[in-house]
């Protein structure tokens, strides 16, 4: 019997982009590659995680006073945060949250640093924001990322358990907002919608059968 497997977004664009890639990483749990010599990644993705901590502190409503962060550029992006921050309707704040949702066998995961959920005018809805301090984006390549893609529909087929009461959450109802520490002033908002909706299932569920054909024949090519 094949295993059932825990799927983020990572794990999904790695089997995508080479399925060779996702096996030692996601189930040998081998470290490939390795890290190149002189590679400043590991203190790029140890800022990232120091200021994703103070968010989650910040909408967890413990003190983050500036002076407490010891890095110069985490200490940067926060006051670039406190001076123009995205806007963030009220509702029930859940910074961190994680999420799953079931596609044939296997689970989607994901892990939002910030979701927003409410109503505004009898209407619900759910806010995605996503802290990004690395390079900006464009809007329009970020609708075909997968973690844009996974996140948006994983809301839309398991968000409505998040509102309780029974009420549905439509997937017009549903947005991503990147916030991007070097560009505080331009978050890049993009807004679900059924017609997407149906056709980005649609391709995530074709990917299980993949993922199967893998599992059972042993069978994963370099590309």
Known sequence: MTPSLLLSQAKLAAFLTCPRRFYLRSLRRLPWPDTPPGDDSAEVLARGQQFHQGMERHFLRLDMPPHAIADERVRHWWRQFQSRPPAIP?????????????????????????????EADGRPFAHIYDWKTGKARRESDLRQD????????????????????GRSLPPEAITLIYWYANEPDAP???????????????????????????????EWPLT
Request: hydrophobic share 45%.
């Open 90 to 118: 009220n509702g029930r704040f859940l910074p961190e949250h994680r999420l799953t949702v079931p596609v044939g066998r296997h689970l989607l995961l994901g892990r939002f640093d910030l979701l927003v959920t409410g």
């Open 146 to 165: 997968w973690q844009t893609r996974l996140y948006l529909a994983l809301l839309a087929e398991g968000g409505s358990a998040l509102l309780g009461h």
């Open 188 to 218: 890049r908002t993009i807004v679900y919608s059924a017609g997407w909706h149906a056709q980005n299932w649609a391709d995530i569920q074709a990917i299980v059968p993949q993922l199967h054909a893998a599992l059972t024949g042993r």
